[in-house]
Nanobody
Framework: QVQLVESGGGLVQPGGSLRLSCAAS????????MKWYRQAPGKEREWVAS????????YVADSMKGRFTISRDNAKNMMSLQMTSLKPEDTAVYYC???????????WGQGTQVTVSS
């Protein structure tokens, strides 16, 4: 049974930091590109960051570059998103995503709420 479980969300003041985690199980994690997406109220789901399966290359959306860092630990089947200098516009539900196009596989977590407010 495939599972992606996000954790680490919460309420933080502007300028603060949070670290989100995604625990994966039920599939060969190391073979999958892992991504974070977010969805703010009334808006479409937005890509945040990606980390590849083989080289571990990372990519971050321009609006979050320099503030967000994505990482993975294949030994622990975990992915993280370190978020710093948070802004109110970062408020959203953050989702973990695992994708392997060759397998036709695309898995999603249930999301974790991040609220940036004073």
């Amino acid at each position: 049974q495939v599972q992606l479980v996000e954790s680490g969300g919460g309420l933080v003041q502007p300028g603060g930091s949070l670290r989100l985690s995604c625990a994966a199980s039920g599939f060969p994690f190391y073979m999958y590109t892992m991504k974070w997406y977010r969805q703010a109220p009334g808006k479409e789901r937005e890509w945040v960051a990606s980390i590849t399966s083989t080289t571990g290359s990372t990519y971050v959306a321009d609006s979050m570059k320099g503030r967000f860092t994505i990482s993975r630990d294949n030994a622990k089947n975990m992915m993280s998103l370190q978020m710093t200098s948070l802004k109110p516009e970062d408020t959203a539900v953050y989702y973990c995503n695992a994708v392997r196009a060759e397998f036709g596989s695309n898995y999603w977590g249930q999301g974790t709420q991040v609220t940036v407010s004073s």
